[in-house]
């Protein structure tokens, strides 16, 4: 009984951050991806700069949208984004195609 007491508090533990931010439009560090981002290519200024531009665009759209979007939908998009460091452009690429696909597995049915 022990045991089984244990792996709930375990599965709480691991999907309480991911339950924690749906419903907050998340705060990523914008300069230390962009830094991230131009150091990749050699640390050009005009690179960090572009993505630092692009990134408050992408911030602005996903901002203006964001209390519309399911939880659901929040949540997966901020663990895509989190996953190459933060990234407003790929969080609002991943809430676009995710309302895009919506409903598309609702009644498709396999051709044989």
Sequence with gaps: MDW?????VAAAVILVPVAGVAGALPQFDVPG???QVADSVG?????R????QQEQR??????ARWGSMPERTQAYCVQ?????GGSYQILDGCLTQEMNSAGE?????FQY
């Design 4 to 8: 089984m007491m244990r792996g709930i």
């Design 33 to 35: 991806y962009c830094r």
């Design 43 to 47: 640390g050009s200024d005009m690179i």
């Design 49 to 52: 700069a572009g993505c630092q």
């Design 58 to 63: 992408n911030y602005n759209a996903v901002k």
């Design 80 to 84: 895509v984004a989190q996953s190459i």
């Design 105 to 109: 597995a609702e009644g498709f049915e």
